[in-house]
Protein backbone atom coordinates (compact mmCIF):
# COMPACT_ATOMS: atom_id res chain seq x y z
CA UNK A 1 0.00 0.00 0.00
CA UNK A 2 2.76 2.51 0.64
CA UNK A 3 5.46 1.01 -2.27
CA UNK A 4 5.06 4.24 -4.77
CA UNK A 5 2.89 6.33 -2.34
CA UNK A 6 4.09 9.67 -1.65
CA UNK A 7 2.89 11.47 1.58
CA UNK A 8 0.84 13.93 -0.62
CA UNK A 9 -0.61 10.77 -2.03
CA UNK A 10 -1.59 9.17 1.28
CA UNK A 11 -3.62 12.36 2.33
CA UNK A 12 -5.46 12.45 -1.02
CA UNK A 13 -6.21 8.41 -1.12
CA UNK A 14 -7.45 8.59 3.04
CA UNK A 15 -9.71 11.71 2.20
CA UNK A 16 -11.36 9.84 -0.65
CA UNK A 17 -11.60 6.48 1.49
CA UNK A 18 -9.19 4.58 -0.53
CA UNK A 19 -8.52 2.73 2.59
CA UNK A 20 -8.34 3.54 6.11
CA UNK A 21 -5.64 4.54 8.11
CA UNK A 22 -5.91 1.14 10.11
CA UNK A 23 -5.02 -0.43 6.81
CA UNK A 24 -2.60 1.60 6.10
CA UNK A 25 -0.97 1.75 9.74
CA UNK A 26 -1.21 -1.80 9.90
CA UNK A 27 0.20 -2.06 6.04
CA UNK A 28 3.53 0.04 7.35
CA UNK A 29 3.97 -2.29 10.27
CA UNK A 30 3.59 -5.63 7.86
CA UNK A 31 6.46 -3.73 5.95
CA UNK A 32 8.44 -3.33 8.74
CA UNK A 33 8.22 -6.17 10.04
CA UNK A 34 9.38 -7.60 6.72
CA UNK A 35 12.22 -5.48 5.82
CA UNK A 36 13.71 -3.94 8.84
CA UNK A 37 15.97 -7.18 9.61
CA UNK A 38 17.58 -6.39 6.49
CA UNK A 39 17.86 -2.39 7.18
CA UNK A 40 17.61 -2.51 11.29
CA UNK A 41 16.64 0.71 10.58
CA UNK A 42 14.46 1.07 13.66
CA UNK A 43 15.13 0.45 17.06
CA UNK A 44 11.66 0.57 18.55
CA UNK A 45 8.08 -0.08 16.38
CA UNK A 46 5.17 1.18 18.38
CA UNK A 47 2.86 -1.77 16.87
CA UNK A 48 -0.58 -1.60 19.63
CA UNK A 49 0.03 1.92 20.05
CA UNK A 50 -0.05 2.98 16.59
CA UNK A 51 -3.07 0.58 15.55
CA UNK A 52 -5.19 2.28 18.27
CA UNK A 53 -4.23 5.77 17.18
CA UNK A 54 -5.32 4.66 13.59
CA UNK A 55 -8.91 3.80 14.85
CA UNK A 56 -9.27 7.25 16.50
CA UNK A 57 -8.11 8.86 13.13
CA UNK A 58 -10.67 6.63 11.13
CA UNK A 59 -13.40 7.86 13.81
CA UNK A 60 -12.38 11.33 13.73
CA UNK A 61 -12.17 11.80 9.66
CA UNK A 62 -15.80 9.71 10.25
CA UNK A 63 -16.72 12.85 11.65
CA UNK A 64 -15.16 15.10 9.32
CA UNK A 65 -12.20 16.55 11.75
CA UNK A 66 -9.38 18.30 9.46
CA UNK A 67 -5.86 17.29 9.89
CA UNK A 68 -3.53 17.50 7.72
CA UNK A 69 -1.73 14.56 8.28
CA UNK A 70 -4.93 12.41 10.00
CA UNK A 71 -4.30 8.67 10.18
CA UNK A 72 -0.55 8.86 8.56
CA UNK A 73 2.24 7.23 10.26
CA UNK A 74 5.74 8.53 10.37
CA UNK A 75 8.94 7.44 11.96
CA UNK A 76 10.93 9.59 14.60
CA UNK A 77 14.83 9.69 15.07
CA UNK A 78 15.26 8.15 18.34
CA UNK A 79 17.34 11.67 19.73
CA UNK A 80 13.78 13.02 19.99
CA UNK A 81 11.44 12.59 22.92
CA UNK A 82 7.90 11.00 22.48
CA UNK A 83 6.28 10.01 26.04
CA UNK A 84 5.94 6.73 26.73
CA UNK A 85 8.50 5.36 23.81
CA UNK A 86 12.18 4.19 24.45
CA UNK A 87 14.79 7.18 23.93
CA UNK A 88 17.98 5.85 23.52
CA UNK A 89 20.16 8.18 21.44
CA UNK A 90 21.38 4.81 20.25
CA UNK A 91 23.50 4.51 23.34
CA UNK A 92 23.57 2.33 26.34
CA UNK A 93 24.03 4.67 28.36
CA UNK A 94 20.43 5.79 28.33
CA UNK A 95 19.02 2.00 27.62
CA UNK A 96 15.75 1.66 29.63
CA UNK A 97 14.91 5.43 29.36
CA UNK A 98 11.40 6.39 28.67
CA UNK A 99 10.67 9.84 28.78
CA UNK A 100 7.48 11.38 30.55
CA UNK A 101 7.11 14.54 27.29
CA UNK A 102 7.08 14.64 24.19
CA UNK A 103 9.23 16.84 21.75
CA UNK A 104 7.58 20.21 20.47
CA UNK A 105 8.64 18.80 17.06
CA UNK A 106 6.83 15.74 17.38
CA UNK A 107 4.18 16.98 19.19
CA UNK A 108 3.41 19.57 16.75
CA UNK A 109 2.79 16.70 14.39
CA UNK A 110 0.53 14.58 16.60
CA UNK A 111 -1.50 17.26 16.29
CA UNK A 112 -1.77 17.40 13.20
CA UNK A 113 -2.93 13.86 13.14
CA UNK A 114 0.12 11.85 12.17
CA UNK A 115 0.83 8.61 14.12
CA UNK A 116 4.29 8.02 15.09
CA UNK A 117 4.90 4.36 14.16
CA UNK A 118 8.13 3.88 15.85
CA UNK A 119 11.97 5.26 16.65
CA UNK A 120 14.60 5.09 14.17
CA UNK A 121 18.54 4.37 14.41
CA UNK A 122 21.06 6.86 15.14
CA UNK A 123 24.45 6.64 15.67
CA UNK A 124 25.03 7.06 19.41
CA UNK A 125 23.93 11.04 20.49
CA UNK A 126 23.94 11.92 16.87
CA UNK A 127 27.48 11.48 16.66
CA UNK A 128 28.46 10.47 12.74
CA UNK A 129 28.35 10.14 9.52
CA UNK A 130 27.38 6.59 9.35
CA UNK A 131 24.72 5.39 11.61
CA UNK A 132 27.82 2.95 12.43
CA UNK A 133 28.21 3.85 15.59
CA UNK A 134 24.60 2.87 17.27
CA UNK A 135 25.09 0.56 20.46
CA UNK A 136 22.56 -1.59 18.83
CA UNK A 137 24.06 -2.37 15.36
CA UNK A 138 24.84 -0.43 12.14
CA UNK A 139 21.52 0.55 9.65
CA UNK A 140 21.94 -0.79 6.09
CA UNK A 141 21.29 1.39 3.05
CA UNK A 142 17.98 0.23 0.94
CA UNK A 143 20.00 -0.06 -2.12
CA UNK A 144 22.90 -2.04 -0.83
CA UNK A 145 23.08 -3.03 2.39
CA UNK A 146 26.41 -3.76 2.50
CA UNK A 147 26.87 -0.01 2.41
CA UNK A 148 25.90 2.47 5.14
CA UNK A 149 23.16 4.89 4.86
CA UNK A 150 24.54 7.78 6.09
CA UNK A 151 24.43 9.13 9.55
CA UNK A 152 23.42 10.17 12.07
CA UNK A 153 19.73 10.17 10.85
CA UNK A 154 20.54 7.37 8.65
CA UNK A 155 17.63 4.97 10.11
CA UNK A 156 14.94 7.87 8.88
CA UNK A 157 16.63 8.18 5.81
CA UNK A 158 16.63 4.27 5.25
CA UNK A 159 13.01 4.24 6.51
CA UNK A 160 11.84 6.67 4.00
CA UNK A 161 13.91 5.38 1.08
CA UNK A 162 12.61 1.93 1.40
CA UNK A 163 9.14 3.49 1.43
CA UNK A 164 8.53 1.76 4.90
CA UNK A 165 6.58 5.52 5.87
CA UNK A 166 6.35 8.08 3.81
CA UNK A 167 8.02 10.61 6.34
CA UNK A 168 10.47 10.74 9.20
CA UNK A 169 12.38 13.27 11.14
CA UNK A 170 15.92 14.06 11.44
CA UNK A 171 18.37 16.42 13.24
CA UNK A 172 21.20 17.82 11.46
CA UNK A 173 23.88 19.24 13.96
CA UNK A 174 26.98 19.06 10.74
CA UNK A 175 25.14 17.18 7.94
CA UNK A 176 22.97 14.50 9.37
CA UNK A 177 19.86 15.02 7.61
CA UNK A 178 21.48 16.10 4.59
CA UNK A 179 24.04 13.47 3.84
CA UNK A 180 22.08 10.56 4.60
CA UNK A 181 19.57 11.75 2.81
CA UNK A 182 21.89 12.24 -0.38
CA UNK A 183 23.06 8.17 0.35
CA UNK A 184 20.08 7.14 0.55
CA UNK A 185 18.02 9.02 -2.42
CA UNK A 186 15.47 10.74 -0.48
CA UNK A 187 14.97 14.73 -0.30
CA UNK A 188 16.02 16.09 3.25
CA UNK A 189 15.76 19.07 4.96
CA UNK A 190 17.99 20.71 7.80
CA UNK A 191 16.20 24.04 9.15
CA UNK A 192 17.59 27.49 10.25
CA UNK A 193 18.97 26.95 13.67
CA UNK A 194 15.94 28.32 15.60
CA UNK A 195 13.40 27.78 12.79
CA UNK A 196 12.14 24.66 14.75
CA UNK A 197 11.95 23.70 18.51
CA UNK A 198 14.90 21.90 19.81
CA UNK A 199 12.66 21.10 23.63
CA UNK A 200 13.25 17.43 23.58
CA UNK A 201 16.03 16.82 21.35
CA UNK A 202 18.67 15.08 23.68
CA UNK A 203 21.54 17.67 22.98
CA UNK A 204 24.84 17.01 21.01
CA UNK A 205 26.14 20.42 19.89
CA UNK A 206 23.69 23.21 21.61
CA UNK A 207 24.37 26.23 19.04
CA UNK A 208 24.20 23.85 15.67
CA UNK A 209 21.49 21.51 16.35
CA UNK A 210 18.46 21.70 14.34
CA UNK A 211 15.50 19.39 13.51
CA UNK A 212 14.97 18.60 9.85
CA UNK A 213 12.12 16.39 7.64
CA UNK A 214 13.03 13.39 5.00
CA UNK A 215 10.18 12.74 2.09
CA UNK A 216 10.14 11.42 -1.04
CA UNK A 217 10.06 14.97 -2.33
CA UNK A 218 10.28 18.73 -1.39
CA UNK A 219 6.17 18.84 -1.17
CA UNK A 220 6.25 15.58 1.62
CA UNK A 221 9.05 17.14 2.83
CA UNK A 222 7.10 20.80 2.79
CA UNK A 223 3.90 19.66 4.84
CA UNK A 224 6.13 18.36 7.70
CA UNK A 225 8.14 21.36 7.93
CA UNK A 226 5.12 24.04 7.90
CA UNK A 227 3.58 21.75 10.93
CA UNK A 228 6.56 21.70 13.01
CA UNK A 229 8.22 24.99 12.87
CA UNK A 230 7.68 28.48 14.56
CA UNK A 231 8.38 29.60 17.72
CA UNK A 232 7.99 27.67 20.84
CA UNK A 233 8.00 29.15 24.46
CA UNK A 234 9.72 26.21 25.86
CA UNK A 235 12.96 26.78 23.84
CA UNK A 236 15.13 29.85 24.22
CA UNK A 237 16.59 29.66 21.11
CA UNK A 238 13.45 29.33 18.89
CA UNK A 239 13.06 32.06 16.59
CA UNK A 240 9.70 34.07 16.62
CA UNK A 241 9.24 34.56 12.99
CA UNK A 242 6.03 33.61 11.14
CA UNK A 243 5.49 29.99 9.93
CA UNK A 244 6.37 29.76 6.23
CA UNK A 245 3.31 29.71 3.09
CA UNK A 246 2.68 26.29 2.74
CA UNK A 247 2.08 26.98 -0.98
CA UNK A 248 5.99 28.05 -1.78
CA UNK A 249 6.23 24.54 -3.71
CA UNK A 250 3.37 25.76 -6.80
CA UNK A 251 5.60 28.74 -7.25
CA UNK A 252 8.01 28.85 -10.54
CA UNK A 253 12.01 29.20 -10.79
CA UNK A 254 12.47 31.66 -13.05
CA UNK A 255 15.02 34.57 -12.21
CA UNK A 256 16.15 32.88 -9.31
CA UNK A 257 19.71 33.79 -8.93
CA UNK A 258 21.62 30.29 -7.94
CA UNK A 259 24.93 30.46 -7.29
CA UNK A 260 27.74 27.91 -7.70
CA UNK A 261 30.66 27.92 -5.00
CA UNK A 262 33.86 27.02 -6.80
CA UNK A 263 35.04 25.93 -3.31
CA UNK A 264 32.54 23.04 -3.20
CA UNK A 265 34.07 21.30 -6.03
CA UNK A 266 37.35 19.95 -4.92
CA UNK A 267 40.09 17.79 -5.65
CA UNK A 268 39.38 13.99 -5.05
CA UNK A 269 35.16 14.46 -5.66
CA UNK A 270 33.93 11.76 -6.50
CA UNK A 271 33.85 12.67 -10.68
CA UNK A 272 30.33 11.08 -10.90
CA UNK A 273 28.80 12.90 -7.87
CA UNK A 274 30.22 16.40 -9.95
CA UNK A 275 29.06 15.24 -13.03
CA UNK A 276 25.47 15.10 -11.68
CA UNK A 277 25.38 17.85 -9.46
CA UNK A 278 26.41 20.17 -12.16
CA UNK A 279 23.79 18.52 -14.96
CA UNK A 280 21.16 19.35 -11.99
CA UNK A 281 22.52 22.96 -12.10
CA UNK A 282 22.52 23.11 -15.66
CA UNK A 283 18.87 22.05 -15.39
CA UNK A 284 17.99 24.14 -12.98
CA UNK A 285 19.47 27.09 -15.44
CA UNK A 286 17.00 25.53 -18.37
CA UNK A 287 13.84 25.29 -15.94
CA UNK A 288 14.99 29.91 -15.94
CA UNK A 289 17.54 30.17 -12.64
CA UNK A 290 20.34 32.59 -13.23
CA UNK A 291 23.50 30.72 -12.42
CA UNK A 292 26.88 32.91 -11.02
CA UNK A 293 29.97 31.01 -9.99
CA UNK A 294 30.46 32.81 -6.12
CA UNK A 295 33.31 32.10 -3.91
CA UNK A 296 32.80 31.41 -0.15
CA UNK A 297 36.58 31.68 1.05
CA UNK A 298 36.76 30.60 4.10
CA UNK A 299 35.32 27.36 3.15
CA UNK A 300 38.26 25.47 3.93
CA UNK A 301 38.32 25.95 7.33
CA UNK A 302 34.58 24.71 8.59
CA UNK A 303 35.86 20.61 9.01
CA UNK A 304 38.28 21.76 11.82
CA UNK A 305 36.50 24.67 13.61
CA UNK A 306 33.33 22.43 13.67
CA UNK A 307 35.59 19.53 15.23
CA UNK A 308 36.33 21.80 17.64
CA UNK A 309 33.04 23.65 18.33
CA UNK A 310 30.98 20.43 18.38
CA UNK A 311 33.35 18.31 20.17
CA UNK A 312 33.23 21.32 22.65
CA UNK A 313 29.63 21.16 23.14
CA UNK A 314 29.29 17.98 23.01
CA UNK A 315 31.50 17.50 26.09
CA UNK A 316 29.83 20.02 28.18
CA UNK A 317 26.12 18.53 27.25
CA UNK A 318 27.30 14.84 28.09
CA UNK A 319 28.47 15.71 31.45
CA UNK A 320 25.06 14.70 32.65
CA UNK A 321 25.14 11.36 31.85
CA UNK A 322 27.06 9.95 35.12
CA UNK A 323 25.02 6.80 36.17
CA UNK A 324 23.55 8.66 39.26
CA UNK A 325 20.68 11.18 37.58
CA UNK A 326 18.93 8.74 34.85
CA UNK A 327 20.35 5.47 32.58
CA UNK A 328 22.30 2.48 34.05
CA UNK A 329 24.85 2.77 36.02
CA UNK A 330 27.75 0.52 36.89
CA UNK A 331 28.26 -0.29 40.63
CA UNK A 332 31.90 0.96 42.17
CA UNK A 333 33.14 2.01 45.66
CA UNK A 334 33.69 5.76 45.88
CA UNK A 335 31.04 8.21 43.25
CA UNK A 336 34.36 9.01 41.28
CA UNK A 337 34.95 5.44 39.83
CA UNK A 338 30.95 5.04 39.44
CA UNK A 339 31.44 7.86 37.02
CA UNK A 340 34.21 6.67 35.77
CA UNK A 341 32.99 3.28 35.00
CA UNK A 342 29.62 3.88 33.80
CA UNK A 343 30.88 6.33 31.24
CA UNK A 344 33.62 4.34 30.25
CA UNK A 345 31.96 1.07 29.63
CA UNK A 346 28.45 2.79 28.54
CA UNK A 347 29.79 5.47 26.40
CA UNK A 348 30.71 4.40 22.38
CA UNK A 349 35.20 4.58 21.13
CA UNK A 350 32.93 7.89 18.68
CA UNK A 351 31.18 9.51 21.74
CA UNK A 352 34.03 8.92 24.25
CA UNK A 353 36.26 10.28 21.42
CA UNK A 354 34.40 13.69 20.93
CA UNK A 355 33.80 14.24 24.58
CA UNK A 356 38.01 14.13 25.00
CA UNK A 357 38.23 16.36 22.15
CA UNK A 358 36.01 19.04 23.56
CA UNK A 359 36.76 18.66 26.93
CA UNK A 360 40.39 19.53 25.96
CA UNK A 361 39.63 22.31 23.74
CA UNK A 362 37.54 24.06 26.75
CA UNK A 363 40.27 23.63 29.31
CA UNK A 364 42.74 26.13 30.97
CA UNK A 365 45.37 26.95 28.76
CA UNK A 366 43.69 26.28 25.43
CA UNK A 367 40.18 27.79 25.66
CA UNK A 368 41.51 31.01 23.60
CA UNK A 369 43.68 28.94 21.53
CA UNK A 370 41.27 26.56 20.78
CA UNK A 371 37.33 26.75 21.01
CA UNK A 372 38.04 30.88 21.41
CA UNK A 373 40.07 30.80 17.92
CA UNK A 374 37.07 28.67 16.06
CA UNK A 375 34.34 30.44 16.94
CA UNK A 376 36.20 33.87 15.20
CA UNK A 377 36.18 31.71 12.22
CA UNK A 378 32.85 30.42 12.62
CA UNK A 379 31.92 34.08 12.42
CA UNK A 380 34.53 34.87 9.23
CA UNK A 381 32.26 31.52 7.76
CA UNK A 382 29.03 33.05 8.67
CA UNK A 383 29.89 36.45 6.67
CA UNK A 384 30.76 34.30 3.99
CA UNK A 385 27.53 33.21 3.30
CA UNK A 386 26.08 36.62 3.87
CA UNK A 387 28.24 38.50 1.28
CA UNK A 388 27.13 35.19 -1.15
CA UNK A 389 23.52 36.11 -0.70
CA UNK A 390 23.66 39.71 -1.35
CA UNK A 391 24.29 38.39 -5.01
CA UNK A 392 22.72 35.11 -5.15
CA UNK A 393 19.04 34.04 -3.43
CA UNK A 394 20.54 29.97 -3.33
CA UNK A 395 23.89 28.50 -3.52
CA UNK A 396 24.00 24.98 -5.23
CA UNK A 397 26.73 22.36 -4.27
CA UNK A 398 27.30 19.03 -4.34
CA UNK A 399 25.85 17.20 -0.83
CA UNK A 400 28.40 14.41 -0.35
CA UNK A 401 31.79 14.00 -1.62
CA UNK A 402 30.98 10.39 -2.84
CA UNK A 403 28.34 7.90 -2.73
CA UNK A 404 27.57 5.76 0.12
CA UNK A 405 30.94 4.15 0.95
CA UNK A 406 30.68 0.08 2.05
CA UNK A 407 30.40 -0.19 5.70
CA UNK A 408 34.02 -0.34 7.69
CA UNK A 409 35.71 1.51 4.89
CA UNK A 410 36.79 4.54 7.60
CA UNK A 411 36.49 2.34 11.09
CA UNK A 412 40.16 2.89 11.32
CA UNK A 413 40.39 6.73 9.98
CA UNK A 414 37.97 8.85 11.73
CA UNK A 415 39.11 11.94 9.67
CA UNK A 416 38.11 10.23 6.43
CA UNK A 417 34.62 9.95 8.00
CA UNK A 418 35.25 13.63 9.09
CA UNK A 419 35.05 14.51 5.36
CA UNK A 420 32.25 12.94 4.44
CA UNK A 421 30.41 16.10 6.09
CA UNK A 422 32.84 18.74 4.37
CA UNK A 423 30.31 20.17 2.20
CA UNK A 424 27.69 20.24 5.12
CA UNK A 425 29.21 21.24 7.81
CA UNK A 426 29.56 25.39 6.72
CA UNK A 427 25.23 25.49 6.86
CA UNK A 428 25.59 25.19 10.62
CA UNK A 429 28.16 26.88 11.56
CA UNK A 430 25.91 29.51 9.94
CA UNK A 431 22.74 28.38 10.85
CA UNK A 432 21.20 28.71 7.53
CA UNK A 433 19.09 26.34 5.75
CA UNK A 434 19.94 23.27 3.42
CA UNK A 435 18.15 20.83 1.63
CA UNK A 436 19.62 17.81 -0.42
CA UNK A 437 17.82 15.65 -3.13
CA UNK A 438 18.77 12.88 -5.66
CA UNK A 439 20.30 13.94 -9.05
CA UNK A 440 21.15 11.18 -10.56
CA UNK A 441 22.96 7.59 -9.70
CA UNK A 442 26.59 6.11 -10.02
CA UNK A 443 27.88 3.16 -12.25
CA UNK A 444 26.57 0.88 -8.94
CA UNK A 445 23.11 2.58 -8.84
CA UNK A 446 23.81 4.45 -6.07
CA UNK A 447 22.15 8.19 -5.52
CA UNK A 448 23.68 11.07 -6.27
CA UNK A 449 22.48 14.00 -3.97
CA UNK A 450 22.56 17.68 -4.50
CA UNK A 451 22.23 20.38 -2.11
CA UNK A 452 20.77 23.59 -2.27
CA UNK A 453 21.68 26.31 0.46
CA UNK A 454 19.36 29.51 1.66
CA UNK A 455 19.57 32.37 3.12
CA UNK A 456 18.65 32.29 7.12
CA UNK A 457 14.31 31.31 7.27
CA UNK A 458 14.12 30.57 3.47
CA UNK A 459 13.33 27.36 3.42
CA UNK A 460 10.55 28.83 1.21
CA UNK A 461 12.97 29.37 -1.58
CA UNK A 462 14.52 25.73 -1.18
CA UNK A 463 11.43 24.05 -0.93
CA UNK A 464 10.46 25.87 -3.90
CA UNK A 465 13.62 25.38 -6.65
CA UNK A 466 13.72 21.65 -5.38
CA UNK A 467 9.98 20.79 -6.54
CA UNK A 468 10.54 22.57 -9.59
CA UNK A 469 13.63 20.48 -10.49
CA UNK A 470 11.79 17.84 -9.48
CA UNK A 471 8.91 18.46 -11.53
CA UNK A 472 10.68 18.43 -14.38
CA UNK A 473 12.77 15.17 -13.47
CA UNK A 474 12.39 11.54 -11.68
CA UNK A 475 15.53 10.66 -10.09
CA UNK A 476 13.73 11.13 -6.80
CA UNK A 477 10.95 8.45 -7.95
CA UNK A 478 13.15 5.46 -8.45
CA UNK A 479 12.87 2.77 -5.54
CA UNK A 480 15.75 0.96 -4.24
CA UNK A 481 15.30 -3.23 -4.96
CA UNK A 482 16.41 -4.54 -1.08
Known amino acids: MLQGHSLTEIQAALIKGEFTSVELTQATLDSIEDTNPKLHAFLYIAGERALEEAKQADEARHHNVDQPLLGIPIAIKDVLTVAGMPCTCGSRILEGFIPPYTATAVRRLQEAGAIVIGKTNTDEFAMGSSTENSAYGRTNNPWDVRRVPGGSSGGSAAAVAARLVPAALGTDTGGSVRQPAAFCGVTGLKTTYGRVSRYGLVAFGSSLDTVGAFGRNARDVETIFSIMA?????????????????GATRAVVKGLRIGVPKEYFIKGIQPEVEEKTRAAIDQ?????????????????????????????????????YDGIRYGPRVEANSLHDVYFKTRGQKFG??????????????????????????????????????????????????????????????????????????????????????????????????????????????????????????????????????
Open 349 to 482: AEVERRVMIGTYALSAGYYDAYYGQAQKVRTLITRDFETAFKEVDLLACPTTPSTAFVAGAHENDPLAMYLEDVFTLPANLAGVPGISFPVGFDRDNLPIGMQLIGPHFREDLLLKATHIYQSATDCHMRVPQI
Open 230 to 246: GHDPLDATSAQRDIPDA
Open 284 to 320: LQALGAEIREVSLPHTEYALPVYYIIAPAEASANLAR
